[in-house]
């Protein structure tokens, strides 16, 4: 019996150690699930995006709304005509296919005129015209059934699940400018009385600029997860993860309307400054 005693004795003791770190434990693999699935969404929402995908219309299982703000509206795409969202912005029922997913994501952070090449900025401040900002709430695109999973209510309050693992997006699709802007100010050149081969110098620079600028965009992809709620609003918990790229190719209004852009990967034009 004493011997049975001491064995129980050394069982029990273990036993706590193991409890113990048993939460520790699980909260790791958790957060290693979580971080390889978001590795693997954005790397394949990157490519999406760089590379002018179409005929995703599966996406429309994952994504539930891409929200487009600026300072004249917010709107919110979503394919769930029964959304309401506090604040009463507008809401736009058109996320019904892969085509205008991609062209959400792809659009552009600051309005660009491609008859110059260049940002169209405010004639006073010289700062952009408009920020555009591109985010939304994506479930996972990969990983066990249980984080795709889908509930029947696509709405804002219902449709992330404690059991289905969700996150927020920020997508930033900016024109490459890979010179300062001293090297290609030709015109305070010729101001300042510098000499004509420097003024040459910047202007040649200039125009190879407003050429990158219009068929070489950067690409910067925010992913950060678990989205949970708190009250009648999510929150995106967690370190977000950033993804960057460079685009090669013009980033074309596909609609001529402005409702989504598309990366024609093969497509360079000569911009007439």
């Known amino acids: 019996m004493v011997e049975i005693a001491l064995c129980l004795g050394i069982i029990a003791f273990a036993l706590v150690a193991i409890i113990g770190v048993l939460p520790t434990g699980m909260r790791v693999q958790k957060e290693n699930r979580e ?35 600026n300072k004249n509206q917010v709107v919110i795409f979503t394919n769930s005509p029964g959304l309401e969202i506090p604040g009463n912005p507008r809401i736009e029922g058109s996320l019904t296919n892969g085509l205008r997913i991609v062209g959400l994501l792809t659009f552009p952070k600051y309005p660009f005129n491609p008859l110059t090449g260049r940002i169209m900025v405010h004639p006073a401040t010289g700062n952009p015209a408009s920020t555009n900002i591109i985010s939304g709430y994506i479930r996972a695109l990969s990983g066990s059934a249980m984080d795709k999973s889908r509930p029947a209510d696509r709405t804002t309050r219902e449709a992330i699940r404690d059991f289905a693992f969700a996150y927020q997006f920020h997508s930033e699709v900016i024109p490459l400018s890979p010179y300062p802007r001293e090297f290609t100010n030709y015109v305070q050149a010729i101001n300042a009385g510098l000499p004509p081969d420097e003024v040459a110098t910047r202007s040649n620079l200039w125009l ?66």
Do not use: H, W
């Open 35 to 69: 971080d390889t699935v978001i590795n693997q969404d954005g790397t394949f929402l990157l490519e999406a995006i760089r590379s002018g995908s179409r005929n995703l219309d599966y996406l429309t299982n994952y994504f539930d709304s891409i929200t487009l703000s």
């Open 208 to 273: 190879m600029a407003c050429n990158q600028a219009f068929n070489f965009s950067e690409l910067r992809l925010t992913l950060q997860g678990p989205v949970i709620r708190r009250g009648q609003t999510l929150e995106a918990v967690g370190t977000p993860k950033t993804f960057r790229t460079i685009i090669t190719g013009t980033v074309s209004n596909y609609l001529n309307n402005f409702s989504g852009f598309f990366v024609q990967p093969s497509t360079f034009v000569q911009v007439a400054p």
